[in-house]
């Protein structure tokens, strides 16, 4: 983290806080890689108040400066102004996918994520930080994460990291084990979990990822292979065209 910061000529790091393990490692490491210049963004956007006092817990636990910014107003004029236009467009999805009808609600939830990482860009180009993005490597693998919104970092300490060897540095370095034992959630409506999301387990996956596809049901491999190719745009720079 310190030679990113060298090669980027940046002065510190920002941290976007859910009150999530995750993110409470990243603010950590990023506050050990950068004691006097590490700023966690706190930025509630329609979501569960247990998520932010969460998130305050884990600043004041490792003394961390922390700033406060309310999206929720700016999330309801957007939904406000894209809702009429998304209800006007025909529904051209195939019958035999998802019932023939888009996920609307999934569409407006990740308005979220991506206001979230609009202020985390205003605030580090601001102080001249870098954003230290939480994905970790079964997330990432599966494309569990919002294009251009929570995917979007300078750079991502732990996507080398399955959720388990999360949880264990997070013990190494002092997380709450309250934090530690939350039920994973990126908040996007209420009740919303991670696994129920992406229709398996972190243990499951975190099998598959160390062991192989032999390691899980053939059912559950073929699923996640799935996953893993039509998420690989989210993985890669914009797509462009062969040759001059």
């Known amino acids: 983290m310190r030679r990113e910061l060298a090669a980027a000529g940046a002065r510190g790091f920002v941290v976007g806080l859910s009150g999530g393990v995750d993110s409470a490692v990243v603010l950590r490491l990023a506050q050990l890689a950068a004691p006097r210049s590490t700023i966690g963004l706190i930025l509630p956007c329609r979501s569960d108040p247990r998520d ?15 700033r406060r910014i309310d999206l929720s107003p700016v999330y309801d ?3 406000a102004a894209l809702a009429p236009a998304a209800q006007s467009i025909p529904d051209q999805t195939p019958a035999d996918v998802n019932g023939g009808r888009n996920d609307a609600r ?14 985390l860009y205003f605030v ?3 102080l001249q930080y870098l954003v230290a993005g939480a994905g970790n490597r079964a ?9 251009h919104g929570d995917g979007a970092a ?3 300490p732990l996507a080398g990291l399955v959720k388990s060897r999360v949880r264990e540095l997070a013990r190494e370095l002092g997380v709450p084990p309250a934090i530690i034992a939350r039920t994973p959630s990126a908040g996007l409506w209420e009740g919303q979990t991670d696994e129920s999301e992406i229709g398996f ?5 975190e099998r598959y990822l160390d062991e192989g596809p032999q390691a899980v ?28």
């Open 139 to 147: 997330e990432l693998a599966v494309g569990y994460f919002t294009k």
């Open 77 to 79: 004029s957007a939904v």
């Open 124 to 126: 580090a180009n601001s």
């Open 201 to 205: 387990t972190y243990a499951e996956l």
């Open 154 to 156: 300078d750079l991502l």
């Open 106 to 119: 999934l569409a407006m939830a990740n308005i979220k994520p991506r206001l979230r990482m609009t202020a």
């Open 217 to 244: 049901p053939p059912a559950l491999a073929m699923k996640i292979e799935r996953l893993m190719r039509s998420s690989e745009h989210k993985r890669r720079l914009a797509a462009v065209p062969d040759g001059e």
């Open 52 to 66: 932010e006092a969460d998130a305050a817990a884990i600043a004041a636990h490792f003394s961390v400066p922390t």
